[in-house]
């Protein structure tokens, strides 16, 4: 059904996103700063947010099934 392939694209796009934020966390940082402190903890910040939120949704994804 619709609803399920919506579902899945979501997947696919989220997962893409989020694959990249967690190989290239200072990269993308770099484009909003070049201060090397701010991109240590932005760095840093990325990687945690990857983390917890690929954490969150594998707990929300077995309370759905």
């Not at 694209?9 to 989020?18: A, E, I, M």
């Not at 484009?31 to 969150?56: E, G, K, M």
């Amino acid at each position: 059904s619709a609803v399920w392939r919506a579902a899945l694209y979501n997947v696919v796009f989220l997962g893409l996103t989020g694959l990249v934020f967690a190989l290239f966390p200072r990269a993308i940082a770099g484009i909003f700063t070049a201060d090397p402190v701010v991109l240590d903890y932005a760095s840093a910040s990325l990687r945690i947010i990857v983390r917890c939120t690929s954490l969150w949704l594998m707990i929300v994804d077995m309370r759905m099934a």
